[in-house]
């Protein structure tokens, strides 16, 4: 009876040591396939962040373009408001000697008044 209780704990034993190697035979396949996991998620995110900076880069790209295109846009407007602004001076300088040429006629006319009233004697 004793060598059939040996014999079954012999038994137990060696199925306890096939139960490790499996155990550790499946440890070392999930490592295996958390390491690949890994790899695969490090290449995606890498592949993501690639796409992303190309999109940033694009988008920069069409930023700048969008810029240039507003600043065009304003430079000609300034060009613009600077022939305005010349033709406004021009009329003012025009309107200017107006008033002046305006100013010499009506003091001669005053002058003149004032010496025809003397002339004649009202003053």
């Known amino acids: 009876m004793e060598s059939q209780v040996l014999q079954a704990v012999k038994e137990l034993l060696y199925e306890v040591r096939e139960m490790r190697a499996e155990m550790e035979s499946f440890k070392q396949e999930m490592r295996a396939e958390m390491e690949s996991f890994k790899q695969e998620m490090r290449a ?3 592949s993501f962040k690639q796409e992303m900076r190309a999109e940033m880069e694009s ?3 069409e930023m700048r373009a969008e810029m240039e295109s507003f600043k065009q846009e304003i430079r000609e407007e300034i060009k ?3 022939v305005r602004i010349g033709k406004l001076e021009t009329k003012v300088d025009k309107l200017h000697d107006k008033f002046e040429l305006h100013a010499q006629k009506q003091w001669q006319t005053e002058a003149d008044v004032y010496r025809l ?6 003053e």
């Open 44 to 46: 995606e995110m890498e």
């Open 59 to 61: 988008f920069k790209q």
């Open 80 to 82: 613009e408001l600077h």
């Open 117 to 122: 009233k003397k002339l004649i004697g009202i």
